[in-house]
């Protein structure tokens, strides 16, 4: 069993709708929890980190953790072209060293 | 939070040869991490980079064939031993402290052939 989860995707979403996006991670002692958005050929960006369980927003972003459920989402409203990447789910178990998911790819329409 | 310089930025290498990747922070960081991202794959942490100590390696990688330096706490270098096009992939540094972490650098595009 994979230690983070990831729909691989593409998730295909229309310009202005809400994209969803779901992680579960395996180890119960996962300690932090973070989203990057990663563009083809670039470096990972971190877009927003979560910590307490419920919900984080920034902007048109929110994270959800349920540490209960071992699970975290993200929420992107008004998705818009620029959008489109790949994004990734990461929990730290240790602070610092990352586990990723394998990422879902995302896909704005217009 | 901080800004993290990578060189270089790509290099097409041939097979048995090495290759040195620099990594230089702007600002102190405690934590320096290196990951590989291997083609269509997500990142895989090879090794935190101790600053005046041997690097701890993830299962998988070794010394030999990943050497690591730290030699102070704004700088790295991750070396790729005998390459072969097998380490064909982007290498990341990652740095973190006590406040923030997971901020990554540009990455080093690596093709062996």
């Known amino acids: 069993q994979k230690e983070v989860e990831q729909n691989s995707g593409p998730l295909s979403v229309p310009e202005g709708a809400i994209a969803s996006l779901n992680c579960t991670y395996s180890?119960?002692?996962?300690?932090?929890f973070f989203w990057y958005r990663q563009y083809s050929g670039k470096s990972p960006e971190l877009i927003m980190s979560?910590?307490?369980?419920g919900d984080k927003e920034d902007g048109r972003f929110t994270a959800q953790l349920n540490k209960a459920s071992q699970y975290v989402s993200l929420l992107i409203r008004d998705s818009q072209p620029s959008d489109s990447a790949t994004y990734l789910c990461a929990v730290t178990l240790i602070w610092g060293k990352l586990q990723f998911g394998a990422g879902t790819q995302v896909v704005v329409t217009p | 939070s901080a800004v993290i310089s990578q060189k270089p930025s790509r290099d097409i290498c041939q097979r048995g040869t090495s290759l040195t990747i620099q990594c230089q922070v702007d600002?102190?960081?405690?934590?320096m991490f290196w990951y590989r991202q291997q083609p269509g794959q997500s990142l895989t942490l090879i090794a935190t980079a101790n600053q005046g100590s041997e690097a701890t390696y993830e299962s998988g990688f070794v010394i030999d064939k990943f050497p690591i330096s730290r030699p102070n706490l704004t700088f790295s270098t991750l070396t790729v031993s005998n390459m072969s096009p097998e380490d064909s992939s982007i290498y990341l540094c990652?740095?973190?402290?006590?406040?923030?972490?997971?901020?990554f650098g540009s990455g080093t595009r690596l093709t062996v052939v």
């Open positions: 180890d119960r002692v996962s300690q932090s």
């Open positions: 979560i910590y307490s369980n």
């Open positions: 990652s740095v973190a402290n006590r406040l923030n972490v997971g901020t």
């Open positions: 600002s102190q960081v405690t934590m």
